[in-house]
């Protein structure tokens, strides 16, 4: 089967509310849930506070190995928001007033309350592009391979529509979850052999546990199947069936977006 | 004000289910908190996936950088449960069978249900010490500065009360979350002000939105305040409230844990 060239990327979530535990981040799925139609693959993320050295030295690294780099946090109005200079810095750029986005933001204020910290949310680096949103007007930016995307969940979302067009895409991954009314450690011999039998595609092994079973009491397994290959994919799926059923346990099929 | 030298820490999520997008994680979040009340600060987490030379390369760079590494994720009894092994490997160490960690599994299954693949949950890089937990039979494990926990949440959090006894502990950070019925661009400029003035302490703004608003519009915003010396944040608690009331609106405080 042809396919694409592998396409990855990265998130970089920005922001002491994350890492203090008062902010639940949720954009990390987002994004991996975004990316994955598109067949690119997310595969790593980072958390790290409001300090520049700490953002430019995390930028550097991620948009140096993977195709593209999200950042999320820090581009409003306060001076706690340190992220278009970061991204300023990890480039060598300067960060100057764009004047679309000065115009974005100038239509969304009255004259008297567009103030000076307002004004910053236009500050990009030179020659960046902008990523509007239709929740918002303050824009994230583009600069070569990394976009940042603001912190609050619904905007970062509404943001992530502007980018959708501008990223080479991959072969995306098929998945089937399979869940079995099995303990995880009954299939974990028979499952590594599947795995062994089947190199085209990734075996995930998730146990659940119903909230009415003794305290740890595994309620069940659900195995992930992913790859690039219907045919691999359904392959592994037929031999985990089998597995399913050799045990006297029905398997009931998902079919995921990824 | 004596303070004791800066405990630091990091959090490494291991598995491809957090960064496709399946599965939300919360162990981050769940970590930071344990570890604000030991006055113990989280400065960075990383997810990667079940790939060992993934998980090799960002403990060795997170345990060489913080007090402490909390890994969770991949210790259960499937061929994806490769995190015991990246663990040996990254020092250098070989894995083994524990035997202190074989007669617990051995407590909790029948004979004939103690397969080698549950066998392999005992499985620990030489000099290891266990983390025991309430909830399920398999340990987690130590080894120097790193700790390697679960990814189910209710078992991660249950091997944090066998961790707790064994960090050492810094000055806590005392927090004030100060809620203004205003927009974040309306303060920003005195805010920063504020800021300058209390460098002893951290200020965070977190714009928040009602769902009655329209979209995008901020109904409000959180200030955080952030230190290690209760006076300090109560001076800089003391100029945000001045600048609420300077503008016509009633500071709402809350006295936070961290």
């Known amino acids: 089967m042809s396919q694409a060239p592998p396409v990855t990327a990265a998130v970089l979530v920005i922001g002491d509310e994350i890492l203090s535990g008062r902010t639940q981040d949720v954009n ?21 506070p ?25 581009i409003g109005p306060t001076h ?21 986005a000065l115009a974005l933001l100038a239509a969304r204020y009255k004259p008297e309350d567009f103030n000076d910290r307002r004004r910053r949310m236009a500050r990009v680096p030179r020659g960046a592009s902008l990523i509007k949103n239709a929740v918002s007007a303050a824009p994230g930016f583009q600069i070569e391979n990394v976009f940042v995307l603001a912190g609050v969940p619904k905007i970062m979302q509404a943001m992530l ?12 991954v098929i998945s089937r979850s399979i869940t079995l009314r099995l303990a995880e450690g009954r299939i974990a011999e ?8 089947h190199r085209a595609v990734t075996i995930g092994s998730y146990p659940f546990f119903a909230e009415s079973m003794p305290a740890g009491g595994a309620a069940g397994t659900t195995l992930v199947v992913r790859g690039r290959d219907a045919e691999a994919v359904e392959a592994a799926e037929r031999d985990i069936e089998g597995l399913a059923l050799s045990l006297g346990v029905r398997p009931e099929v998902a079919r995921n977006p990824g």
């Open 28 to 48: 990390v799925a987002t994004i991996a849930r975004f990316l994955t139609p598109l067949g690119i693959d997310l595969l790593e993320a980072r958390f790290v």
């Open 190 to 197: 028979p499952l590594a052999a599947i795995q062994r039998a």
């Open 161 to 172: 529509d502007d980018v959708a067009p501008r990223l080479a895409r991959g072969t995306p």
């Open 80 to 100: 706690d928001d340190i992220t278009a200079d970061a991204i300023g810095a990890a480039f060598g750029l300067a960060v100057e007033h764009d004047p679309e």
């Open 50 to 74: 409001d300090l520049e050295a700490e953002i430019v030295a995390a930028v550097n690294a991620l948009r140096g190995r993977y195709s593209y780099l999200f950042t999320t946090g820090g």
